[in-house]
């Protein structure tokens, strides 16, 4: 194998981590931006009732 495909190959490893990682970030963020969602939700029927 040469060594530019290996350094290619070591890169686009590099990169599908690193995206891994952003997207697992990603979506615990949308996960606790839904429980932030609930707990508003859960205060206006504690404050103002069912709608």
């Known amino acids: 194998m040469e060594r ?13 981590l690193q995206l891994a990682g952003k997207q697992s970030y990603m979506k615990n963020l949308m996960v ?12 206006q029927l504690a404050t103002y009732g069912k709608a």
């Open 4 to 16: 530019r495909e290996l350094e290619l190959r070591k890169e686009n490893e590099i990169y599908r």
């Open 32 to 43: 606790e931006l839904k429980a932030l969602g609930d707990q508003v939700t859960s205060r």
